[in-house]
């Protein structure tokens, strides 16, 4: 089954504790990205990779990273997590960005920082 | 900057009603608009694309429209069953590039009552 898939599902974790979000896709995509998903303020990119090794900067990239070292593979990696990033993640992926290519979402990511 | 925009916020109808959903965006030189569906604490689930030089799209119950120059894109949902309850959310990319940035609307958050 072509899918998405992201874990864990539901975290909890304390302020400055390092984690990894992963994120891995099944469908040979090229483009990867991870969104969070707010209350009011809806779902907004953090970081996309149109390519193995090739990674980039969304709208709100601040306290967190990524690397791409395998093309189904997208871990979003958050060093120092604080409570603002407190908040729904999403992993998406689609093949090279044009008019034609729908973006399919995992299932999202629940993160708690305390 | 792309701006999409979604009214109703919600909305509630009886079983078997036919409704609309609607999106506005701001810069007319879309690349493409995608629907998507979202249920509680799921994942976003893609239920159509339109591409830039496309009217319509159907599958099955629903059917999606565009139009570039007035800056709309609606959703109809044929014949209404209480399982299309979810929050409907429509995005397109940023014109002008990074295609695979999605903004999104806040999504309507459609009810339907048997």
């Known amino acids: 089954e072509a899918q998405v898939t992201q874990n864990p599902r539901y975290l909890i974790t304390v302020t400055g504790k390092k984690l990894t979000v992963t994120c891995s896709q099944n469908?040979?995509?090229?483009?990867m990205s991870w969104y969070r998903q707010d209350p009011g303020l809806g779902l907004r990119q953090i970081y996309y990779?149109?390519?193995?090794?090739?990674?980039d900067k969304g709208d709100v990239p601040e306290g967190y990273k990524v690397s791409r070292k395998e093309k189904r593979n997208f871990p979003l990696i958050l060093e120092s997590p604080s409570p603002n990033q407190t908040s729904l993640y999403f992993c998406?992926?689609?093949?090279?960005?044009?008019?034609?290519?729908?973006?399919?979402f995992g299932p999202g990511t629940r993160l708690t920082v305390l | 900057k792309q701006e999409v925009t979604q009214i109703p916020a919600a909305l509630s109808v009886p079983e078997g009603e036919n409704l609309v959903l609607n999106c506005s965006f701001t810069d007319s030189a879309i690349y493409n608009l995608q629907w998507f569906r979202q249920d509680p604490g799921k994942g976003l689930t893609s239920l159509l694309l339109?591409?830039?030089?496309?009217r319509e799209q159907t599958s099955g119950r629903l059917n999606a429209s565009l139009d570039k120059s007035s800056g709309r894109s609606t959703l109809y949902i044929a014949a209404s069953q209480p399982g299309d309850s979810a929050t409907y959310l429509c995005?397109?990319?940023?014109?002008?590039?990074?295609?695979?940035?999605?903004?999104f609307g806040k999504g309507t958050k459609l009810s339907v009552k048997p």
């Open positions: 995005a397109s990319p940023p014109g002008g590039g990074s295609q695979g940035n999605l903004i």
């Open positions: 998406a992926s689609s093949f090279y960005p044009g008019t034609s290519n729908e973006q399919f």
């Open positions: 339109i591409q830039s030089s496309q």
């Open positions: 990779s149109m390519n193995v090794e090739v990674t």
């Open positions: 469908m040979n995509h090229e483009y």
